[in-house]
């Protein structure tokens, strides 16, 4: 019998409590760390196992068992589909994730670091209470709390999508990645009930295979990561809505050219953006390659520091930090003033000593 109106209001604070007190003690010290050096169908591959990943794995598995312990409490059966408690399980243990990520990083900032904890240990607080309240349909408050996890769910595609894609790994590794962490996604979104949990993980699986195999011809583009986490996302996106309507008995025609137009619209903008995002590094809009700008053996003179200015009328020269071809009266390298190459601006600096002026 499912107590509607029951949250584990107790255990949702101890929960939280254990967790962000094992993040804090996990930037207070040093750990040992080694790496394993391997190779993977031909690419080497460097794993680093270290004590703070222990801590790390210990405090997500941690977050796990405590909300498989509330979905069984709050459902009053002790004897759950191991599959149904296991989709409870997924936004909680990315939340714990970035959070022994996140906050270590920020202890050199107190003010940061109690900013990330605060943030981090609201945000697990508002996860898990959102979990609680989708165990049974029944709930007065299940649309809201479904409402607020699918929010969260697709923030979270779009990180990890943007990550992995800007990472530019080779598509075996990174469409193998991108399988495994929509899988738990997607199950996220198609959970409903019990009933249907086996349904809702065949499902998911042909949804993961999908976007994995949809980034490799992505891969090839070579598209910055935003845009390229942005079309995984639009896929997710489309494929997932289209799941969820047929688990839900609504999908026909019209649903299915709904997803589908949408996602193109948005696709097309997508496209549009990254077109013009490369058209402008082409046209010189971005800045050029450190190889394109002359070495130091290539400078001739001294660069004029910050703040100074060649006054007029003072007879100084411009110092080029290019090669410049002789002008015959002048020593090498040097164009009188308001000179310069085609297409560069000329650059005032002050006058250099042992150099006549012209």
């Known amino acids: ?23 804090a003690l996990l930037s207070l010290g040093s750990f040992p760390a080694r790496a394993i050096e391997l190779e993977v169908l031909g690419t080497p591959l460097t794993i680093l196992f ?19 312990a509330m979905v ?43 900013g990330a904890m605060l943030f981090l240990g609201g945000l697990l607080t508002l996860v898990v209470v959102a979990e609680c309240g989708t165990i049974s349909i029944d709930q007065p408050y299940y649309r809201a709390a479904r409402l607020g996890l699918n929010i969260a769910t ?26 495994l962490i929509t899988f738990p996604l ?16 065949l499902y998911a699986g042909v949804i993961a295979l999908v976007i994995g195999q949809a980034s490799w011809p992505l891969n090839a583009l070579g598209l910055r990561a935003l845009h390229g986490g942005a079309l995984l996302l639009l896929l997710f996106y489309t494929v997932t809505g289209i799941a969820q309507q047929s688990l839900a008995g609504r999908l026909n025609r019209r649903v299915v050219l709904e997803f589908v137009a949408l996602g193109t619209v948005l696709a097309a903008f997508i496209g549009i953006s990254a077109w013009q995002t490369a058209l402008a590094g082409k046209t ?16 001739i003179g001294p660069a004029m520091l910050p703040g100074d200015a060649a006054q007029p009328g003072d007879g100084t020269s411009i110092d080029l930090l290019w090669p410049a071809p002789p002008v015959e009266g002048l020593p090498e390298g040097r164009l009188p003033e308001g000179l310069a190459p085609e297409g560069l601006a000329p650059v005032p600096a002050r006058p250099v000593e042992g150099l006549d002026k012209p």
Do not use: C
């Open 1 to 23: 019998m499912i107590r509607k109106h029951a949250l584990p209001g107790d255990d949702i604070v101890a929960l939280v409590s254990l967790v962000m007190t094992g993040v």
């Open 50 to 68: 270290s004590g703070r990943m222990v801590v790390s794995l210990l405090l997500i598995l941690l977050t796990s068992a405590g909300m498989d």
């Open 72 to 114: 069984r409490g709050v459902s009053g059966q002790d004897r759950l589909d191991l599959r149904f408690s296991l989709s409870f399980w997924i936004l909680p243990g990315l939340v714990t994730l970035a959070a022994v990520t996140a906050v270590p990083r920020q202890f050199v900032s107190a003010g940061g670091w109690v």
């Open 154 to 179: 697709y923030g979270a595609a779009m990180a990890l999508y943007t990550t992995l894609y800007g990472l530019q790994e080779r598509s075996l590794i990174s469409s193998t990645a991108i399988i």
């Open 186 to 201: 997607a199950l996220e979104l198609l959970r409903s009930t019990e009933e249907q949990t086996a349904n809702d993980w």
């Open 284 to 299: 010189g809009i971005w800045p050029a390659p450190a190889s394109e700008y002359p070495s130091q053996s290539e400078q």
